[in-house]
């Protein structure tokens, strides 16, 4: 697998084998990811076999969680963020709805996805306003809009049978969801390593100067970059709508954070450049393999919560630069107790 | 460098082994109960007060029938719900409890379960008219009666004069909160159009979220131009007469009714701040989910779906033994 | 502040054609207002509410502003110091509010009120320091770190606490608080106007301050400037969770009530009020003043669309439309100047 980090320096060539499998795997970023979805995995094993004889449902429940995910990956990448993706997912179910045609329904949905991108994009592009807040902005006003038009009640899809089909397996065991959620991901994992544009997009999180020194349209990757994450929004959206045969308002509660979590965890890194689809990929499996699991062990709900937030915090902090960080850190804190007697001190 | 990865590793190991100790010993215990297997598949829990009572009560009742229970919470979000119910399916309990999350979403949940040949009993809010025929049962209030009642009460207070009314509406978008709005509104058009509701804000079933949105309402209508108010729910009217309080109103010439009848609103009532409530019994709701599962995996023929009796408390009645508010 | 550099990680503006006469009147006019967008906006609002919207003035409705801002005012004063230090947002501030709040009022049930107190703000120096290692010590991405605490937090509290609703007595200390009152201003309000004092002189008169400031707009130069800079992301998440503890307070005085579900939406609720108020979510710039605007902002805008029989979905799009329009004049008149 080639490594997709922008510009590569010419490094000195490698002596031994080990030591350029060594230097590969010290480029890459889902590290974190393998250690979380090994533990999760072991333990799933030994727990809760049911977690692999029933492999069709953890998936679709990784399907739920990482769809959205791997859009926001791209533009996480470039350094941005979209804070709308779950207003998206839900707008997008809406208009789907408005229309009795399933075709239609679903280019209506997603057309949204492109319109919400275009408009994102404008405002950071063109504007010049920081993504977070702009599209902290269109998350209001997207769950407003769905709100609205579907005057704050579900509403049903007008052709059932068809949706109650769309959530049966047509690829094996595989429902649609999974196999547009394999898709998807073969997609963007092939635009970003092998597509020169989506090569760019490193370049773009990376350094943006320096990428528009060397001659990238940074602008029309950054309006690339947002319309896709829309799109893949706007296209789990619809997909949620299908499976569960109705448009629903006050949908998407946990898509944004579990999306986070998701490319968090894989090592995506939220300064952008760094990170890969790959690793969401992966972060999404340790998240839903953990919420299917603790699901089966029926433990108490509130008991799940705490596990679920403690292995995340554990993962984000036994990071090996984590740990490398704690120890700076308590060295400088160490010398910083030195040094304040004679400078001046924090009050 | 390797100091820290080993560092790292043998973190994880611990954490993997305590989740593994901790793991273990919670599914020892839920083995011991070699009984028959149920998923309840519910959109709240600890996270609100009804529910809390509910699975107090639903609990209690599972060990008395010798049920081992799983419980999900989906926190209203229907998708997770859909998920939890594929899971479910996957588990091969011999019944599944649903509460749905939001009614219109649990068809494929249904026929799923149906092809694996699990039975669904329903409780709490029921699934559409034409789902029906794949249930097992359903046990529960009925929502939309109780917003019915409520505006009973209403339209016997207003006896026959023009008021109007100001309404605090549910959490937007949840499904109790939308059938007791049509329940309650429905039933006004056709019993007493005397009363006109002039103001609707959601108070998003708390109560300083209530309190501060009525007091809005009657700022806008003119407190004076108000004669009653109408709550979806006990502790949003708590707020709502916190509100009418704080400016200087006579609550007790005001017609106020809501549902619930709960610990906050049940004094209301019995010192005539409230009119009148509807009850809703969290227990009973949580209870009768088991009882009408156990029936249905005794074999017995349920036909008749099980409604939570909707008791209309007042002044009257509210210090009444069967009607005490459990939460 | 302003000899404190802009955050490099701010999306440049793209390259305009360079003028020779430099800015004009009309562009430092809009770049003057830009500066004060808040103060603009939130004079103008309330002006216009005033005249317009019938009751808006009245001593009834001023207190449900304050009842609208206060609490939500404190967590966003408290988290104010997390963005300005560069470090995105406290999404644990849900569950801090809410831990807030039951352990006031579950504990002063069944011991007494100053313990409550007590256990509460020792719980609130937990979060803090779970947070603030993290993301201070071990450099943890501050977004996740704080979600998970979100997680484990209203875990924890929802099975120790059983996840009942929790009420004071009636007419009991907590509820006489809570009722007290200034003339129209509520003692929300008045808690909310301490807390800002006591954080803005933090933020902008003290050495902390200047270092969290410092530390926003360049964390490396600041490090290496000799500043234990560790300390001062634990610092700032330690007054975060103070702020919220108190919050929760404020929110139980309020209704007397106390459930677990009670703050939903308080994290981006208040980091919407800060950055409607100005403060850069990439940290460096921004102070407590304008948050503080921000929240009066925002709670007189919801005030008076509720007030005018506005919608909930319609409140959201006018929130969340003007989270962008106030931003982009900021943007668009910083993009004029530079021409």
Redesign the interface.
């Known amino acids: 697998m080639s490594t997709p980090h922008g510009i590569n320096f010419g490094e000195a060539p490698a002596r031994t084998r080990v030591d350029q499998l060594r230097r590969t795997l010290g480029r890459r970023t889902e590290g974190r990811a393998v250690?979380l979805l090994a533990?999760v995995l072991?333990?799933a094993l030994?727990?809760?076999p049911?977690v692999f004889s029933?492999y069709p449902?953890t998936l679709?429940?990784v399907a739920?969680v990482g769809l959205v995910a791997l859009g926001l990956t791209v533009v996480i990448l470039m350094?941005?963020l979209d804070?709308s993706v779950a207003s998206t997912v839900v707008l997008a179910g809406v208009m789907m709805a408005q229309t009795d045609n399933v075709a239609l329904g679903v280019l209506l949905a997603l057309g949204t996805g492109v319109a919400v991108g275009l408009v994102n994009a404008f405002?950071?592009?063109?504007?010049?306003?920081?993504?977070?807040?702009?599209t902290?902005?269109?998350?209001?006003?997207?769950?407003?809009?769905?709100?609205?038009i579907s005057r704050?009640?579900?509403?049903?899809l007008e052709n059932?049978t068809f949706?109650?089909q769309f959530?049966l397996p047509i690829v094996g065991p595989l429902t649609p969801r999974i196999v547009i959620f394999v898709l998807a991901f073969v997609l963007l994992h092939l635009f970003l390593t092998r597509m020169r544009a989506g090569r760019e997009f490193y370049a773009v999180g990376g350094n943006?100067?320096a990428a528009r020194d060397a001659g990238i349209p940074v602008?029309r990757r950054l309006v690339t970059g947002f319309v896709m994450c829309s799109v893949i929004a706007a296209g789990a959206g619809a997909i949620?709508t299908l499976?569960?045969?109705?448009a629903?308002?006050?949908?998407?509660?946990?898509v944004l954070?579990s999306s986070?979590?998701a490319a968090?965890?894989g090592g995506v890194a939220?300064?952008g450049g760094r990170g890969s689809i790959l690793g969401t990929l992966i972060g999404a499996f340790s998240l839903g393999t953990l919420e299917?699991g603790l699901?089966?062990?029926?433990?108490?709900?509130?008991?799940?919560?705490?596990?679920?937030?403690?292995?995340?915090?554990?993962a984000?902090?036994?990071?090996?630069?984590?740990?490398?960080?704690?120890?700076s850190?308590?060295r400088?804190?160490l010398h910083?107790v030195r040094?304040?007697s004679t400078?001046?001190?924090?009050? | 460098m390797r100091s820290t990865r080993t560092a790292a590793a043998v973190m994880t190991l611990l954490f993997a082994a305590s989740a593994l100790s901790a793991c273990g010993s919670d599914s020892a215990s839920s083995a011991s109960g070699d009984g028959t297997k149920v998923y309840a598949l519910l959109p709240q829990g600890t996270d609100q007060p009804y529910g809390t009572e509910y699975l107090k009560a639903m609990n209690a009742e599972a060990e008395k029938e010798g049920l081992d229970l799983t419980i999900t919470n989906s926190q209203y979000d229907a998708d997770k719900q859909a998920s939890d119910c594929q899971v479910a399916v996957a588990a091969k309990p011999d019944l599944i409890i649903l509460w749905p999350a939001v009614a219109d979403t649990v068809r494929p949940c249904l026929e799923r379960a149906k092809a694996a040949g699990i039975p669904v009993t329903v409780t709490n809010s029921d699934v559409k008219e034409e789902d029906k025929s794949l249930t097992a049962g359903y046990s529960g209030p009925d929502t939309y009666g109780q917003g019915a009642a409520s505006a009973e009460i209403m339209c016997e207070l207003a006896d026959g004069k023009d008021i109007n009314i100001l309404q605090v509406e549910g959490l937007t978008g949840n499904t109790t909160a939308i059938n007791r709005k049509a329940g309650f509104e429905e039933t006004i058009d056709e019993n007493c159009p005397n009363v006109k509701i002039i103001a609707s804000q959601p108070g998003d079933w708390n109560k300083d979220d209530s309190q501060t949105v009525t007091s809005e309402m009657l700022t806008a209508a003119g407190a004076k131009n108000i004669q009653g108010i109408y709550a979806a729910d006990d502790t949003m009217v708590a707020g709502a007469i916190d509100a009418l309080k704080s400016q200087g109103l006579d609550v007790k010439k005001m017609l106020i009714t809501s549902i619930g009848n709960t610990k906050l609103g049940n004094p209301l009532v019995v010192n005539g701040e409230l009119d009148g409530t509807v009850f809703q019994s969290s227990a009973w709701d949580g209870q009768n989910a088991v009882t009408l599962a156990a029936k249905v995996l005794d074999g017995e023929e349920v036909d008749e779906d099980l409604f939570m009796p909707s008791v209309k408390v007042t002044e009257a009645n509210a210090s009444d033994a069967e009607v005490t508010p459990n939460w | 502040m302003n000899q404190l550099a802009e955050s490099p990680t701010v999306a440049a503006p793209t390259a305009a054609e360079p003028r020779a006469d430099g800015p004009s009147i009309a562009a430092k006019a809009l770049l003057w207002a830009a500066e004060r967008g808040i103060v603009v906006f939130t004079v103008v609002l309330i002006l216009a509410s005033v005249l317009f919207v019938d009751g808006f003035a009245s001593a009834v409705n001023v207190a449900d502003v304050f009842h609208r801002a206060a609490p939500i005012g404190i967590v966003a004063v408290g988290m104010t110091f997390v963005v300005i230090s560069g470090n995105y947002l406290d999404l644990s501030v849900v569950a801090q509010v809410a831990t807030g709040a039951v352990i006031l009022i579950g504990v002063s049930n069944s011991h007494s009120i100053p313990i409550a107190i007590l256990v509460a703000l020792a719980v609130s120096v937990v979060y803090g320091l779970v947070n603030g290692v993290a993301v201070g010590y071990f450099k943890a991405n501050a977004v996740i770190v704080t979600l998970s605490t979100t997680y484990i937090g209203l875990g924890l509290l929802r099975w120790l606490s059983g996840g009942s609703i929790f009420f004071g007595p009636r007419d009991g200390t907590i509820e006489s608080f809570g009722d007290i009152k200034l003339g129209a201003v509520p003692i929300s309000a008045i808690v909310l106007v301490v807390v800002a004092l006591v954080l803005g002189f933090l933020l902008s008169r003290t050495n902390f301050g200047f270092v969290v400031r410092a530390f926003g707009s360049n964390k490396e130069a600041t490090r290496l400037s000799g500043v234990n800079t560790p300390v001062v992301v634990l610092g700032a998440f330690l007054i975060t969770s103070f702020a919220a503890t108190i919050a929760g307070f404020v929110l139980a005085a309020y209704s007397n009530t106390a459930v677990s579900s009670m703050s939903d939406g308080y994290d981006f609720g208040a980091l919407a009020a800060i950055i409607i108020g100005g403060t850069s979510v990439f940290g460096g710039k921004g102070s407590v003043l304008r948050t503080v605007l921000g929240v009066v902002f925002v709670s007189v805008l919801t005030n008076v669309l509720v007030l005018s029989g506005v919608g909930f979905g319609w409140q959201q799009v006018a929130i969340g439309s003007l989270i962008v329009l106030a931003v982009s004049v900021d943007a668009l008149a910083r993009k004029v100047s530079k021409k």
Do not use: C
Not at chain 1, 248 to 254: C, E, I, K, N, V
Not at chain 1, 316 to 327: C, F, G, I, K
């Open positions: 250690a533990v072991v333990v030994v727990m809760e049911l029933a449902v679709s429940r739920l350094g941005e804070l405002f950071v592009v063109k504007v010049g306003i920081n993504s977070f807040i702009a902290l902005g269109m998350l209001f006003v997207l769950k407003g809009l769905a709100i609205v704050s009640e579900p509403i049903p059932i949706a109650i959530g943006r100067q602008d949620d499976e569960r045969t109705a629903d308002p006050t949908a998407g509660s946990t954070l986070f979590a968090i965890i939220l300064t299917v699901t089966l062990t029926g433990v108490q709900v509130d008991i799940q919560q705490i596990y679920i937030g403690g292995v995340l915090l554990l984000v902090m036994t990071d090996p630069a984590s740990l490398r960080a704690a120890r850190s308590l400088t804190s910083g040094a304040r400078d001046r001190g924090l009050t």
